[in-house]
C-alpha cells in the first residue's frame, strides 16, 4: 500500500523517532509499504517519521546510482546509532520527498560507523562510505527530527522560507502522494 509522504512542517518531522521493539505493531507490513511508497516516489531513502511514524526506522537503495563507486545496498535500518563519522567533508546536493523540487548543497564527512538492527533484529555494526553514507547520514537525520535544510547556512535558509512555507501548504506539483500541515 502506497502511504502518504508527510511534507515540510508536519511536527512530526521534528521529533525524535522511538526505539522499535519486535513487537511493533504491524512492523513488517510497515516496512513493506515503504518499501512500496519509495519505489513509487524514485526515492532513495525514506525515513519512518516521512510517513507520519515517529520511531527510528529507515530503509535505503543506493541501486538508482549510477556511481560504479558505490556498491548497491538495498536495507533496512532499524534502531541506528552513528557511532563514529570521519573522512573528508564533501558537499553534495541533497533533495527530499518531504521537500519536493528543493536541492541544496550540503557538507558532510564522508565515512560513518553505524550499529542499526536488520528486519530480523539482528545487530549489526558496519562503515560505509561515498553515497551509501550520504543516504544513510540524510535518513539517520530524520529520525533524530532533522532534515537537510538544517545543515544550510541562515542566509540560504531565510532564502527558502517561502518555498518552504508554500510546501507545507501543499502549493507545489508532485506526483506521488503527499499529506500536507497546512490546510
Ligand atoms: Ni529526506
Same mark, same amino acid.
Given at each position: ?7 515540510y ?8 523517532g522511538?526505539k522499535?521493539?519486535a513487537?511493533?505493531?504491524? /512492523?513488517?507490513?510497515l516496512?513493506? *509499504?515503504?518499501?512500496e511508497?519509495?519505489? &513509487?516516489a524514485?526515492?532513495? =531513502? $525514506?525515513a +519512518? ?6 520511531i ?6 543506493t ?10 545496498r538495498k ?12 573522512g573528508?567533508?564533501?558537499e553534495y546536493e541533497?533533495?527530499c ?9 550540503v557538507?558532510?564527512?564522508?565515512k /560513518?560507523?553505524i550499529?542499526?538492527q *536488520? ?5 549489526? &555494526?558496519?562503515?560505509?562510505? =561515498? $553515497?551509501? +553514507? ?6 539517520f537525520d530524520?529520525?533524530?527530527g532533522?532534515?537537510f ?6 542566509l540560504k ?6 518555498k ?6 501543499g502549493?507545489v506539483r508532485?506526483?506521488y502522494?503527499?499529506?500536507?500541515p497546512?490546510?
Amino acid at each position: 500500500m502506497i502511504l502518504p509522504i508527510v511534507a515540510y512542517g508536519d511536527p512530526v518531522l521534528r521529533k525524535k523517532g522511538s526505539k522499535v521493539d519486535a513487537d511493533y505493531p504491524g /512492523l513488517e507490513a510497515l516496512i513493506f *509499504n515503504m518499501w512500496e511508497t519509495m519505489y &513509487e516516489a524514485h526515492g532513495v =531513502g $525514506l525515513a +519512518a517519521p516521512q510517513v507520519g511514524r515517529s520511531i527510528n526506522l529507515f530503509i535505503i537503495d543506493t541501486g538508482a546510482f549510477d556511481d560504479e563507486k558505490t556498491s548497491a545496498r538495498k536495507q533496512v535500518f532499524i534502531n541506528s546509532e552513528i557511532l563514529e563519522e570521519s573522512g573528508e567533508e564533501w558537499e553534495y546536493e541533497e533533495g527530499c520527498l518531504s521537500i519536493p523540487h528543493i536541492r541544496e548543497n550540503v557538507k558532510r564527512l564522508s565515512k /560513518l560507523k553505524i550499529r542499526y538492527q *536488520n528486519e530480523k533484529f539482528e545487530t549489526f &555494526e558496519e562503515e560505509f562510505d =561515498g $553515497l551509501a +553514507a550520504r543516504v544513510i547520514q540524510h535518513e539517520f537525520d530524520h529520525c533524530q527530527g532533522l532534515m537537510f535544510v538544517d545543515h544550510v547556512s541562515q542566509l540560504k535558509k531565510r532564502l527558502l522560507k517561502n518555498k518552504l512555507l508554500n510546501i507545507s501548504k501543499g502549493a507545489v506539483r508532485v506526483d506521488y502522494k503527499m499529506r500536507f500541515p497546512i490546510r
